[in-house]
């Protein structure tokens, strides 16, 4: 992976991130103040007529929907808005019915977009809505969190999460375009801003050591919201998701290095029940010190390398040890044994890890015996890993 991070200016212009996907190609652009401008670039993404848009009631009373329709009515007519519950709880059959049918009796037909405004719920449902409604409409990705516009809006994952684990029903379906508007950012709470920056220096640990210094030095700028180092971690995290992405759209390989520290959060998340005891993103950021720790201990990296990603985690107020986890009972190795073993990456009964080399060297290792794995999470839930 090329290692061309740059400092941002200090004048903050808008990036442009195209994902090469032949004939599913599409761009991303991040910066501030682009939805003023969304309605122009949909039109000429999509030559579409007419539209519907799907977002949450916290959006909704943010002014951020009325703001985003505003621009958008001089160019299409929109057939309607569907306001869904906000949460992690609403990635669920249920809701996907409701939506579906929501979206038939607005008239939405194949050649209208669906424009998906919110953060990674809001966007992973509606994007599987539209993925079989009517064998498939286009959709456009509008995301206003932070974890969304780094990571989820990109790539074209849909799904909602069932009892037996996270996104386990869902398709890979393309949006046409991406708008990461940051200055929506401006009104999201701390504590989702921590959580959408764990899939940030997720990136950087996986592939990019020059972005993990950045990373170090300017965690405190990206927190704090200033502008010209929001954009450039966003603009940063979405170029290196669109190169994996374009390499191996749908996981055969490459991709799977996303999803460090996810074989361990995903656990951790649905033992919390996807509930705000764990945010997703801080179920990353555990479960990315986990696997860094992992790498340690079975030798394959330097542990002074597993003691810096976990210093970085916890410099932006992420949870790093079991013990953070906002719970009075912690979780029994066979639950997350047992949680682990859902995991989508699962092959013929073996688990597939994630692990360092080095800081912005991952890999993928399907050579972990079982027997380690336990050991680990023993360590884990003990405190003494
Ligand atoms: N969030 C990991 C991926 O999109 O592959």
């Known amino acids: 992976m090329p ?21 599913r190609a599409y761009d991303v652009f991040i910066g501030p103040g682009l939805a003023a401008n969304a309605g122009v670039q949909i039109k000429s993404a999509t030559g579409a007529n007419r539209c519907c848009i799907v977002t949450d009631g916290n959006i909704e009373a943010s002014g951020h929907l009325r703001r985003l329709s505003d621009s958008i009515v001089a160019e299409m007519s929109i057939l309607g808005h569907i306001v869904m519950e906000p949460g992690e709880a609403t990635k669920c059959f249920t809701e996907l019915h409701l939506l579906s049918e929501g979206m038939l009796k607005l008239g939405v037909e194949r050649r209208d977009v669906v ?24 959709f ?59 899939e940030i220096a997720k990136h950087a640990v996986l592939g990019d050591t020059v972005y993990f210094d950045w990373l170090e030095r300017n965690v405190g700028a990206v927190l704090a919201r200033e502008p010209g180092a929001l954009v450039h971690a966003v603009a940063r995290s979405v170029e290196m998701k669109a190169e994996i992405v374009a390499r191996d759209e749908t996981e055969q390989g490459d991709r799977m290095l996303l999803n460090l520290g996810h074989t361990f959060g995903h656990a951790f998340e649905a033992w919390a029940g996807f509930s705000d005891k764990l945010l997703h ?25 597993a003691t810096r990603v976990v210093a970085h985690f916890k410099a932006a107020g992420l949870p790093t040890r079991v013990a953070h986890i906002a719970s009075n009972t912690a979780p029994t190795v066979e639950e997350l044994l047992n949680l682990m073993d859902q995991d989508k990456k699962v092959q013929a009964g073996r688990m597939t890890f994630i692990l360092l080399r080095e800081i912005g060297r991952a890999f993928i290792s399907r050579d972990v015996e079982r027997d380690q794995v336990r050991q680990c999470l023993e360590a884990e839930i003990a405190g003494t890993a």
């Open 3 to 23: 290692a061309s991070s740059t400092e941002p200016s200090t004048k903050v212009a808008s990036r442009q991130v195209h994902v090469a996907l032949g004939e």
């Open 115 to 138: 424009i998906a405004l919110g953060g990674g719920v809001i966007g992973d449902l509606t994007g599987f809505a539209a993925s079989i409604l009517r064998r498939g409409v286009r």
């Open 140 to 198: 456009v990705q509008i995301p206003t969190s932070l974890l969304a516009q780094v990571d989820s809006s990109v790539g074209g994952k849909t799904g909602i999460n069932t009892a037996q684990g996270k996104n386990l029903i869902g398709a890979f379906h393309q949006p046409s375009l991406v708008i990461a508007d940051t200055d929506t950012l401006s009104s999201l709470p701390d504590r989702q801003l921590r959580a959408g920056y764990a």
């Open 281 to 305: 993103g801080e179920a990353v950021a555990l479960g990315t010190a986990i696997a860094a720790r992992f790498s340690a201990t079975l030798g394959l990296c330097p542990p002074q390398a």
